[in-house]
């Protein structure tokens, strides 16, 4: 038996990535937002954890560049909301943690508003789309994706499976 398939951008992840690629491959309707997605800022030194936030249709996008994070070996990573940083998840952001925020719509002002409060040794990005639908959503799915392959690129971070510890891969493949 083959082993399972897996890698940092899988597509059979998730519906999403499923999306992704069939956006990339077929011109449909979100064929845009991944085809003009660009790469939010990322932080000039590499940072200690990551910190994806995200609520509502934004929130998968957020959870998955968290998992994209971790997968890829850059640092520890975790999704959160604007409303949990501000209720004392701030506490473990340790100075250099980078904190990406995931809006649509409505919330981006208040994504920006509370990213404006973070020290400025807290880098943080914001990535942002106007639509409040599916559509929104789709798009900070691609933002996310150029942003991370960016922050790899910037620290030049590799993943490789040699970089696996063998009980890691074990993990990584138990039936759960």
């Known amino acids: ?53 995200g609520v ?15 997968e890829a070996g850059l640092c520890p990573a975790w999704h959160s909301s604007l409303r949990d940083l501000g209720h004392g998840s701030f506490l473990a952001l340790p100075p250099g943690a980078w904190v990406v925020a995931f809006a649509l719509g409505s919330q981006v002002a208040a994504a920006r508003a509370q990213l404006a409060l973070l020290p400025p040794d807290r880098p943080a990005s914001l990535l942002s789309e106007r639509a409040d639908d599916a559509g929104g959503a789709l798009g900070l799915f691609g933002q996310g994706l150029v942003t991370l392959s960016a922050a790899l690129s910037r620290f030049e971070v590799r993943p490789t499976r040699a970089d696996v510890p063998d009980w890691g891969a074990r993990l990584y493949r138990a039936a759960l």
């Open 1 to 53: 038996t083959p082993p399972p398939a897996h890698g940092l951008f899988h597509p059979a992840a998730s519906v999403p990535m499923l999306t992704l690629a069939a956006a990339l491959h077929h011109p449909g309707p979100f064929h845009a937002q991944f085809d003009q997605a660009v790469s939010a800022p990322t932080p000039a030194a590499r940072p200690p954890v990551v910190v994806a936030l």
């Open 56 to 70: 509502g249709l934004a929130a998968p996008a957020a959870e998955a560049f968290a998992v994209r994070v971790r």
